[in-house]
């Protein structure tokens, strides 16, 4: 296992020397806790927060993988409400982190939690570590969700859960103790945790780091890595792909080999065709295979990976826009209007359903609902929320199949294959039509070169008329870099209004303009839209232009 940020002292530990320092961060765990305990995991990318988790594992006790406190209040926040809703005993951290880390804890009021950090020789003496009884039910880990439709909650994942998604991932793509895991993505990111470094680790295998603003940073270096470190299985979210087809030079394409390259999964946000379109043809010179590309589908309430088919061209499906607005999953051929969905590919160890998520009736192929899943990997639970495990986790459908889990995606099953179209919260139904954001969103910056590279936000606001109906405005929240000219950014958000128009035949109440940076987002990179609404609607946004028709501008007056 290695950790990589392109700096001479880039860290290696063999196998032998991360179970050292796991035993050792276990027997100081185990003289300070009690087995079933929860431990917050507060670290930078790298080799020593692997050594904590497994610590975790081999002491018995519960790992709870957080993002660092940060400088901002909603970062400081969430770590907070996890620390709270965890009921962290311990909190594990490194020696650079460690002053940042007390100093929040001390603010929080945690002093009495037992804190220390893991890579000093004196912490503990590895061999004083005691297995633990365990079996495949034991919780092996709290992954607290990213929190994109709501407040973040602890998925309850357990050794047997870590187990079968291993398998479930590793299976369909014929991935062996050969194979050679890496990528930026976050380790306290389901995808980062369960997609990339749990399998590796599982085999046997190899697996190398990336720190995710190292990636942010330096696009390219992602790409190297893969070279210089001959990857096989390195994944990314969609917008990390469009991020490199549009930025990365051509000076920083000379050299690459990525002909190796055998896994391209993309995964956690929704796939977009032209996206894998774009990337081949951008790094074809590099030697990247179309037939690398892996669409996954997958979520934290079901461990991470549920469904996905490869090597393999990506499977993509035309599909009637009118008709997908109605719930109807129709495909079109030749040149007809339409909307390109990626397959997701097969999901063998899963029970799949599509369901009606207003009647819970199960769907026939060819209509549009929610996916529910059922199968070994699907979790436990939320830790300490029974309400909300009953709801998602205990699902039910009308025809009285039980056990399901309520995955909260929009999609339907083609050819036994996942495609789906959005998320169930975040849907925008504008006079009867059903529109997804994500598709606006993607469409804006194909079409206006001033916001490449950045993010926007498509949501809608509710608003009451004179009869007592209520109607959704449609609102665009974008990303604008630099600085210009207030008759620049007016014709800027006209022209998006046009697009909107054009593309979606939809009508967009407003354009908010805000900095770089301004876009709310996850800590895995999920755009936030409903925090998005609701900082608008209370005035919380930095914004450097808005276009507002009459309706909108009363309820942001109001």
Same mark, same amino acid.
């Given at each position: 296992?290695?950790?990589?940020?392109?700096?001479?002292?880039?860290?290696? #530990?063999?196998?032998?020397?991360?179970?050292?320092? $796991?035993?050792?961060?276990?027997?100081?765990?185990? +003289?300070?806790?009690?087995?079933?305990?929860?431990?917050?995991? =507060?670290?930078?990318?790298?080799?020593?927060?692997?050594?904590?988790?497994? /610590?975790?594992?081999?002491?018995?006790?519960?790992?709870?993988?957080?993002?660092?406190?940060?400088?901002?209040?909603?970062?400081?926040?969430?770590?907070?409400?996890?620390? !709270?809703?965890?009921?962290?005993? +311990?909190?594990?951290?490194?020696? $650079?982190?460690?002053?940042?880390?007390?100093?929040?804890?001390?603010?929080?009021?945690?002093?009495?939690?037992? %804190?220390?950090?893991?890579?000093?020789?004196?912490?503990?003496?590895? !061999?004083?570590?005691?297995?633990?009884?365990?079996?495949?039910? *034991?919780?092996?880990?709290?992954?607290?969700?990213?929190?994109?439709?709501?407040?973040?909650?602890?998925?309850?994942?357990?050794?047997?859960?870590? &187990?079968?998604?291993?398998?479930? &991932?590793?299976?369909?793509?014929?991935?062996?103790?050969?194979?050679?895991?890496?990528?930026?993505?976050?380790?306290?990111?389901?995808?980062? %945790?369960?997609?990339?470094?749990?399998?590796? %680790?599982?085999?046997?295998?190899?697996?190398?780091?990336?720190?995710?603003?190292?990636? &942010?940073?330096?696009?390219?270096?992602?790409?190297?890595?893969?070279?210089?470190?001959?990857?096989?299985?390195?994944?990314?979210?969609?917008?990390?792909?469009?991020?490199?087809?549009?930025?990365?030079?051509?000076?920083?394409?000379?050299? %690459?080999?990525?002909?190796?390259? *055998?896994? $391209?999964?993309?995964?956690?946000?929704?796939?977009?065709?032209?996206?894998?379109?774009?990337? $081949?043809?951008?790094?074809?010179?590099?030697?990247?295979?179309?037939? +690398?590309?892996?669409?996954?589908?997958?979520?934290?309430?079901?461990?991470?990976?549920?469904?996905?088919?490869?090597?393999?061209?990506?499977?993509?499906r035309r599909a009637d826009a009118e008709a997908l607005a109605n719930d109807e999953f129709r495909v079109v051929e030749g040149s007809r209007p339409g909307r390109d969905v990626v397959s997701n590919g097969r999901a063998d160890e899963y029970d799949v359903r599509v369901v009606d998520p207003r009647t819970l009736e199960p769907l026939p192929e060819g209509r549009v609902g929610e996916i #529910? =899943?059922?199968?070994?990997?699907?979790?436990?639970?939320?830790?300490?929320?029974?309400?909300?495990?009953?709801?998602?986790?205990?699902?039910?459908?009308?025809?009285?199949?039980?056990?399901?889990?309520?995955? /909260? !995606?929009?999609?339907?099953?083609?050819?036994?294959?996942?495609? *789906?179209?959005?998320?169930?919260?975040?849907?925008?139904?504008?006079?009867?039509?059903? =529109?997804?954001?994500?598709d606006i969103e993607y469409e804006l910056r194909a079409q206006h070169a001033e916001l490449v590279g950045l993010f926007g936000a498509a949501f809608s606001v509710p608003y009451r008329q004179d009869t007592g109906a209520t109607e959704n405005l449609l609102v665009i929240a974008h990303e604008l870099r630099g600085r210009h000219a207030e008759a620049d950014m007016a014709r800027l958000a006209?022209?998006?209004?046009?697009?909107?128009?054009?593309?979606?035949?939809?009508?967009?109440?407003?354009?908010?303009?805000?900095?770089?940076?301004?876009?709310?987002? *996850?800590?895995?990179?999920?755009?936030?839209?409903?925090?998005?609404?609701?900082l608008l609607l209370a005035g919380g946004l930095n914004t450097v232009h808005l276009d507002a028709d009459p309706k909108l501008r009363t309820l942001l007056d109001a």
């Amino acid at each position: 296992m290695k950790s990589l940020d392109g700096a001479p002292e880039d860290d290696t #530990w063999t196998y032998a020397e991360l179970d050292a320092e $796991a035993r050792k961060a276990a027997a100081w765990l185990q +003289a300070h806790c009690a087995t079933g305990d929860r431990v917050l995991l =507060l670290y930078p990318e790298g080799l020593h927060f692997t050594a904590a988790f497994l /610590g975790c594992l081999y002491a018995g006790m519960v790992a709870v993988p957080s993002s660092l406190p940060g400088q901002y209040v909603y970062q400081r926040r969430r770590v907070t409400a996890i620390a !709270d809703d965890a009921g962290a005993s +311990a909190i594990l951290t490194d020696t $650079a982190t460690l002053p940042s880390v007390r100093e929040w804890a001390e603010a929080e009021g945690r002093t009495a939690t037992a %804190l220390a950090a893991t890579d000093t020789t004196a912490l503990a003496d590895p !061999d004083a570590w005691i297995r633990p009884a365990q079996d495949r039910d *034991t919780l092996a880990l709290l992954q607290y969700t990213s929190g994109s439709t709501g407040d973040p909650k602890g998925v309850m994942v357990s050794h047997g859960n870590l &187990l079968h998604n291993a398998m479930c &991932l590793t299976k369909p793509f014929g991935i062996t103790d050969r194979g050679r895991f890496g990528s930026w993505i976050p380790h306290y990111h389901d995808m980062g %945790l369960m997609a990339l470094i749990v399998p590796p %680790l599982l085999l046997g295998g190899a697996c190398v780091l990336m720190s995710p603003t190292t990636f &942010l940073k330096r696009p390219h270096w992602w790409l190297k890595m893969i070279d210089v470190y001959d990857l096989d299985w390195s994944p990314a979210p969609n917008f990390a792909y469009e991020l490199c087809a549009r930025m990365i030079t051509d000076e920083q394409l000379a050299g %690459l080999d990525l002909s190796r390259w *055998t896994y $391209a999964p993309n995964g956690s946000e929704p796939v977009q065709a032209a996206t894998l379109t774009a990337f $081949a043809k951008r790094f074809a010179p590099a030697g990247f295979r179309g037939d +690398a590309f892996a669409p996954c589908y997958g979520l934290a309430e079901s461990t991470v990976f549920v469904s996905g088919t490869g090597p393999r061209e990506p499977v993509v499906r035309r599909a009637d826009a009118e008709a997908l607005a109605n719930d109807e999953f129709r495909v079109v051929e030749g040149s007809r209007p339409g909307r390109d969905v990626v397959s997701n590919g097969r999901a063998d160890e899963y029970d799949v359903r599509v369901v009606d998520p207003r009647t819970l009736e199960p769907l026939p192929e060819g209509r549009v609902g929610e996916i #529910w =899943l059922r199968g070994p990997s699907v979790a436990h639970g939320y830790w300490g929320n029974d309400a909300a495990t009953r709801e998602v986790f205990r699902a039910r459908t009308a025809d009285g199949q039980e056990g399901f889990l309520r995955t /909260g !995606d929009l999609g339907t099953l083609h050819h036994d294959e996942i495609l *789906t179209t959005g998320r169930l919260k975040e849907v925008l139904i504008i006079r009867g039509r059903n =529109l997804y954001p994500q598709d606006i969103e993607y469409e804006l910056r194909a079409q206006h070169a001033e916001l490449v590279g950045l993010f926007g936000a498509a949501f809608s606001v509710p608003y009451r008329q004179d009869t007592g109906a209520t109607e959704n405005l449609l609102v665009i929240a974008h990303e604008l870099r630099g600085r210009h000219a207030e008759a620049d950014m007016a014709r800027l958000a006209s022209d998006i209004k046009r697009t909107v128009s054009r593309e979606f035949g939809a009508s967009a109440s407003g354009v908010v303009l805000v900095r770089r940076g301004g876009i709310r987002r *996850t800590t895995s990179g999920k755009i936030q839209r409903t925090a998005m609404r609701d900082l608008l609607l209370a005035g919380g946004l930095n914004t450097v232009h808005l276009d507002a028709d009459p309706k909108l501008r009363t309820l942001l007056d109001a």
